[in-house]
């Protein structure tokens, strides 16, 4: 309670100018970073909003002090927001929820055999190559590169060779005869040919296959030859980049659904629409401009904007903002327009993106379908319950339960528990507790249980009601967990029913905290 307090006095300092504001953690890591147009409005905001609003609260949970920086400008704030959540990477700017937009080739080096991979991540030492925006590109290369230098490295024990092997695929470590040497000179050709850039690449094989023809060794001068083809023809579709033009005769349409739960990104050219994203509103979310603004400024701290952006949502007088923000932080030589037309052609063009959402919606209706396919179910489940512990250093320890009736909040069947028996930190037993009191009736038992943690969570919890179907969903790599998915499942964070599983489950969060809170509040 004194952290909060002492956010909130930090807050009502705040200046009434236009700047951007960081929230940190007791350790001085970012935890978000804001930009405001009035902090001093901004700040006022966040004081209104604790214990109303699950983003401000999960902040403020994570949060041990806040900080602000002025600008002279709205635009300036826009910026200098966007290079230091470039910088900072804070995991509660709203982005980063839809996963790592970037790919990497990597060349490990703390392995005995050094391979090519292509990973989302920069977690392992080695040489990495990128980031890559276009993962088709950059999936193009990996698999270029496989199979021109044979780098498949095969872990099956085959004496005459896998598959691929004979395909010419892989380096034949299946193989006792495995050819190391040529394997690791095969791996550095990749490496120069990743680092040097083609033109400096493909002179070195030309170089290479002229002296190879001079010292008459005609074997090796086939195999240089078939490279620098090889190269010459990847190296020309990759580097057949979108230019200007492209940018300029193409568009952007940004559709909020009727229910104002989820924002759709098209791309159209030549009437041609194609889905680019789609971000799912957190269910406690109070969906405004200012929320929207902010999925659409980081969207476009990553990709590149096109001279025309359609929209059916009024950016008021934002809108001049970011389309300022989009030509600076990209440095585009053409203007960008945000329009939210409502007659001509471009109207047609947001018409017909709203009829897509309605569409593919209509389509996501089948949730319990999408679930029970996930889930590895019997049946389709209509009902779940969620449920959270609470407490802060050990104290105030509650439980919450939410219940959803295919996909939607049924407040009549939350609940929310004073743990009785654990008199110390131990999440196992306290869930194990709550979850025994709210089924005192097993007729009211739903049709999927779903639980905040991972594979100890599973097991101190599946042994009281056999007959349920147990669920538990682990933050840091959102994996799932049940009796039928014991080794756990990464959740697709793009598909509709993962990302309503992750906010039943934040739900949930942010309704224990909200318990937790009140109480603290008592206590004072």
């Not at 002025?70 to 700017?93: F, G």
């Not at 392995?111 to 999936?139: D, I, M």
């Not at 005869?177 to 040919?193: C, P």
Request: include cysteine; aromatic fraction near 10%.
């Amino acid at each position: 309670m004194h952290t909060q307090k002492n956010l909130i006095n930090l807050l009502k300092n705040f200046p009434n100018d236009p700047g951007i504001y960081l929230f940190k953690d007791a350790g001085g890591n970012v935890v978000y970073i804001g930009k405001a147009k009035h902090l001093k409005k901004r700040a006022a905001q966040y004081i209104q909003q604790v214990g109303k609003d699950l983003k401000v609260d999960t902040i403020f949970s994570q949060s041990s002090t806040v900080e602000c920086m002025v600008t002279a400008t709205e635009l300036e704030a826009l910026l200098l927001e966007a290079k230091l959540v470039q910088s900072h990477q804070p995991p509660c700017n709203v982005l980063l929820k839809t996963g790592q937009p970037f790919v990497y080739l990597f060349i490990a080096s703390t392995t005995q055999l050094p391979e090519l991979l292509l990973v989302r991540n920069q977690r392992q030492k080695g040489t990495y190559f990128g980031p890559f925006l276009e993962k088709r590109s950059a999936r193009k290369v990996y698999d270029f590169l496989i199979k021109t230098f044979r780098l498949k490295l095969c872990n099956k024990p085959i004496e005459n060779g896998c598959l691929f092997y004979h395909l010419g695929q892989c380096a034949g470590s299946c193989r006792s005869s495995f050819d190391k040497e040529g394997y690791l000179e095969r791996l550095e050709l990749a490496r120069q040919a990743l680092k040097q850039g083609h033109k400096k690449f493909l002179q070195q094989l030309q170089d290479q296959l002229t002296e190879s023809n001079r010292q008459l060794t005609f074997e090796r001068s086939r195999e240089l030859h078939r490279y620098l083809q090889s190269f010459e023809s990847v190296f020309y579709s990759l580097h057949q980049k979108p230019t200007d033009i492209d940018h300029i005769a193409g568009k952007h349409v940004w559709i909020l659904s009727a229910d104002k739960k989820s924002l759709w990104v098209f791309s159209e050219q030549d009437a041609i629409l194609k889905k680019r994203r789609v971000f799912y509103m957190p269910l406690a979310y109070e969906t405004n401009v200012e929320i929207i603004g902010e999925y659409f400024t980081s969207f476009y701290r990553v990709y590149i904007p096109p001279a025309t952006i359609l929209t059916s949502i009024d950016f008021g007088e934002e809108a001049s903002v970011y389309e300022q923000f989009c030509k600076t932080w990209h440095n585009r030589d053409y203007a960008i327009t945000i329009q939210t037309p409502t007659q001509g052609h471009f109207a047609n063009i947001v018409r017909l993106a709203c009829i897509q959402v309605e569409q593919e919606l209509s389509k996501q209706h089948s949730l319990a379908r999408q679930l029970k396919a996930l889930l590895k179910l019997d049946h389709e489940p209509l009902t779940i319950d969620c449920f959270d512990i609470s407490h802060k250093q050990g104290t105030f320890m509650v439980g919450s339960c939410v219940r959803f009736n295919n996909g939607q909040p049924d407040k009549e069947h939350f609940r929310r528990f004073h743990i009785k028996t654990v008199h110390q930190i131990d999440d196992y037993a306290s869930l194990r507790e709550i979850v025994g009191r709210r089924y005192k009736d097993e007729a009211d038992l739903p049709d999927v249980i779903l639980i905040d943690g991972g594979k100890g969570q599973l097991n101190a919890v599946q042994d009281l009601f056999p007959a349920a179907s147990f669920i538990c969903l682990a933050k840091r790599e959102e994996t799932i967990y049940s009796n039928r998915l014991p080794e756990g499942k990464k959740l697709d964070q793009k598909t509709y029913a993962g990302q309503m599983l992750i906010a039943l489950r934040d739900y949930a969060h942010h309704f224990a905290i909200t318990f937790h809170r009140s109480l603290e509040n008592l206590d004072q």
